[in-house]
């Protein structure tokens, strides 16, 4: 699993517009090959939360997110993933501007519950 899938979810989250609907669905698994991202999540945790395993990518993404231990109970735990972005801008500083708009604009209030948008 890739930046590219949470950088889409953060920045879908970040514009939507109140009232417009949420399309869910896969998210490509090339986007990331197009963009040469940086891996953001390890193998073992992209592994055990497989498409494969799930019913829907709702799913997947918060199986992802419980490997990483991201979520306390059914919310994201936003130190957790703030000190991890830290740690990923330092080690990929040209992902810098990314980073700091998902941390500013995604993680400084509270986000209602979206889908992916594609």
Do not use: M
Request: net charge neutral; proline share 3%; with cysteine.
């Amino acid at each position: 699993f890739k930046f590219c899938v949470f950088l889409v979810i953060c920045v879908a989250s970040c514009y939507a517009v109140q009232g417009t609907r949420t399309y869910c669905g896969e998210t490509p698994s090339v986007l990331h090959r197009c963009l040469n991202l940086p891996t953001l999540v390890n193998v073992e945790a992209s592994n055990k939360c497989s498409p494969s395993r799930y019913s829907s990518e709702c799913e997947r993404l918060n199986c992802i997110a419980d490997e990483l231990k991201w979520r306390t109970d059914s919310s994201v735990d936003k130190a957790k993933v703030t000190a991890f972005f830290d740690q990923y801008e330092t080690d990929h500083a040209e992902w810098a501007p990314a980073v700091q708009h998902v941390k500013t604009v995604c993680l400084a209030s509270d986000l209602k519950a979206q889908g992916v948008y594609l």
